[in-house]
């Protein structure tokens, strides 16, 4: 039995924006990438009454079980699929979808249980797989990963200045014994770094940059925007939001990409590619989060929505 707590105090991001920007119709068939704890797909579900239809993925099994537990009212309005948003083309035929959104990344659900290891302010297995049905775990290449490829993924997705210095340092370490827990690697991690003056703490950029690899999450976002603009209809709205500065770079250059008639250098005078736009960008800078929605979510801070509609 789900504790309706776990979703009615959950607030989905730049919802309103969000809204805004999908603009939901009474006989529109959507998608949502990333269902979560349901808050963006319920949004959608009641804008789009009163026969609106959603499909909505998570990897997560808990999350699906929350999510379907939230939606129930909706009955056969909405289809919950436990399969990654990549595979959207197996489940939406091209020009179907009215609109498609994804709002990547970890949520504060899955940060906030110990026994998934995502978070270094708990001490709980190495784990940070969105599905336990992945082959690759944090664990997996924290122990067996090489230490320059460490050190690439720590530089690479999570940013970290110190990237050589923490490789080499949980290479030493799991020399001694394995890495099982996050509290383990948060403390490697935190002797590697020292304080420093940040505000952050010195594990963040490293968790993130593991979470990253573990679950691909750039390859995913890579892979879904042109299967999301195939599915759209003429007139669909694309939705991204994203929490990493290398994710919103992806969605930004996809969206201006495809926004544009011609990709020929500017010094070329006749066109030879015959690229063609099929994107119009309806966001010219990515939309953020107000101080009062920071105030009540400060997960929001980092948030960066862009959207588009196909033509
Ligand atoms: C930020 S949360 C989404 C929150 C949601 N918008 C809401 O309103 O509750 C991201 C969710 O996406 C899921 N996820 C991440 N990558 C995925 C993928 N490739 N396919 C399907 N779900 C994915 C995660 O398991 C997580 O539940």
């Known amino acids: 039995m789900i504790d309706p707590s776990l979703y009615s105090s959950h607030i989905p991001v730049l919802f309103e924006s969000c809204m805004r920007l999908m603009n939901p119709q009474p006989c529109g068939f959507y998608a949502d990438g990333t269902l979560g704890a349901g808050g963006h797909s319920e949004g959608i579900l009641k804008a789009s009454a009163p026969d609106g239809k959603l499909i909505a993925f998570d990897l997560d099994p808990v999350a699906i079980e929350i999510a379907q537990e939230r939606l129930k009212p909706y009955g056969s309005r909405v289809r919950i699929i436990q399969d990654s948003y990549v595979n959207l083309g197996l489940y939406a035929e091209d020009n179907s979808l009215d609109g498609f959104i994804v709002d990547l990344g970890v949520s504060s659900m899955q940060l906030d ?47 970290e200045r110190k990237s050589r210095r923490i490789a080499a340092m949980i290479c030493a370490e799991r020399n001694a014994a ?6 383990q690697l948060r403390d490697i991690i935190q002797s590697a770094v020292g304080y420093g003056r940040e505000k952050i703490h010195p594990a963040t950029r490293s968790f993130q940059a593991i979470r990253i690899a573990v679950n691909e999450e750039l390859k995913a976002v890579e892979s879904v925007l042109p299967a999301a603009v195939n599915a759209l209809k003429p007139g669909g709205r694309l939705l991204v939001i994203s929490f990493h500065s290398l994710e919103d770079r992806i969605v930004k250059n996809f969206i201006r990409k495809e926004s544009r008639d011609c990709l020929c250098p500017p010094e070329q005078l006749v066109c030879t590619c ?9 966001t010219r800078h990515p939309v953020i989060a107000d101080e009062d929605e920071i105030r009540i979510n400060p997960r929001a801070r980092s948030a960066r929505l862009r959207a588009a509609v196909k033509l």
Do not use: C
């Open 113 to 159: 249980r110990e026994d998934r290891g995502f978070s270094f302010l708990q001490d709980g297995p190495l784990d940070m797989r969105f599905s336990p049905a992945q082959a690759v775990s944090a664990a997996d290449i924290v122990n067996d990963w090489p230490e320059e490829e460490l050190s690439r993924i720590l530089w690479e997705y999570g940013e």
């Open 178 to 183: 394995r890495i099982e827990t996050t509290g």
């Open 274 to 282: 015959g690229h063609k736009a099929i994107l119009r960008e309806l």
